[in-house]
């Protein structure tokens, strides 16, 4: 498999329209392209553009294999669209526009939660422990082990398995 994968490496990265591409396949009842810019931002480990084959296979190693606090950490980044050690609502907001999106009508979502501002909601509600409005790594590990279904993100494949 992993030479397989290698093999299918365009002169042995990937970029960003190609990850889009390949990413898009796996959600065809919605569109994938802002949220797979999201999740190719944090497998390019170096920023520079383009994803390796180690790249790749790390990424790939944490998210299909890690312990949960790796994969905790790894959603974390994700949303954590600046980089600065914190996710905002506006960072959240973002992240569930994209999902929404990407999971088109495929998934009929709680009423409760049936907007991306309404999942936001329930989340900070849920998680922002002392009320500032943006989610500390701590914070985002301990809502996200007393209730994963609020991040649990798309996997490839499991369209019907909202986060």
């Not at 390796?52 to 994969?71: H, M, P, Q, Y």
């Not at 994209?98 to 999971?103: L, P, V």
Request: with cysteine; glycine share 8%.
């Amino acid at each position: 498999m992993v030479q397989r994968i290698h093999e299918r490496l365009p002169g042995g990265t990937l970029s960003i329209e190609e990850f889009k591409k390949i990413y898009g396949n796996f959600f065809p009842g919605g569109d994938a392209g802002m949220f797979s810019e999201h999740v190719f931002r944090t497998f390019d480990a170096n920023g520079d553009g383009s994803i390796d084959f180690k790249e790749f296979i790390v990424a790939l190693s944490v998210t299909s294999r890690g312990t949960l606090a790796d994969k905790l950490k790894w959603s974390f980044n994700v949303y954590d669209l600046d980089k600065n050690g914190h996710i905002t609502k506006d960072e959240m907001l973002e992240m569930m526009r994209a999902i929404y999106k990407m999971i088109g009508k495929v998934v009929k979502m709680p009423e409760d939660v049936d907007t991306p501002q309404k999942m936001v909601d329930k989340i900070y509600r849920e998680m922002d422990r002392n009320a500032d409005e943006r989610l500390s790594l701590e914070e985002f590990t301990r809502g996200s082990r007393k209730d994963p279904s609020l991040v649990k993100l798309p996997q490839c494949g499991e369209a019907t398995t909202v986060w």
